[in-house]
């Protein structure tokens, strides 16, 4: 059984404020460019996610809206996740453990450093989650549980200025 995590880093965010808490933090005209960009990609490609899970910061709970609208998922339908904002890979490892063997696609929207310590942990490949990355890995395997003692079957980056998307 196949098992798809997309991982996708937040899109580029305003420091126009620096006032702002980190957590309030908006997206550049940069991120607002290119996060409807990748969705638009995904969509080509047929991404339907079960679920999308999302930090609670505003510039990541932003670029997952935004995302989910190309793939006609509901942002009603999005769930925050405090332990996805400020956290390590060995926490996402966690959330993704507990996810319902009845999905079959979860999109996880977030940060770094703990993104790229994620998606090198489960790849064993440098990756570089810069803003708006999308990480795509597939596993084969009838749990979530099993996730980061298996290795992907594929692994696909994407990113805005990817030309041969």
């Not at 420091?15 to 990609?41: N, Q, V």
């Not at 932003?62 to 995302?67: D, F, H, L, Q, Y």
Request: hydrophobic share 40%; with cysteine; charged share 30%.
């Amino acid at each position: 059984m196949k098992r798809t995590l997309f991982l996708v880093r937040h899109a580029k965010s305003s420091w126009d404020d620096t006032a702002l808490p980190d957590k309030e933090r908006s997206l550049a005209d940069r991120g607002k460019r290119d996060a409807p960009i990748m969705g638009k990609r995904l969509a080509k490609r047929q991404v339907r996610p079960d679920l999308i899970l999302s930090s609670p910061a505003r510039r990541a709970f932003s670029t997952a809206e935004i995302i989910a609208k190309e793939l006609n998922y509901r942002a009603k339908d999005i769930v925050v996740d405090d332990r996805l904002y400020a956290t390590d890979a060995e926490t996402l490892l966690g959330v993704i453990g507990e996810l319902s063997d009845k999905l079959k696609c979860v999109m996880l929207f977030g940060h770094n450093p703990e993104f790229t310590e994620l998606a090198q942990r489960l790849s064993n490949e440098s990756v570089l989650m810069t803003t708006c990355v999308v990480a795509q890995l597939t596993f084969e395997s009838t749990s979530w549980s099993s996730i980061g003692s298996t290795k992907p079957v594929e692994v696909l980056l994407d990113y805005p200025k990817n030309t041969y998307s």
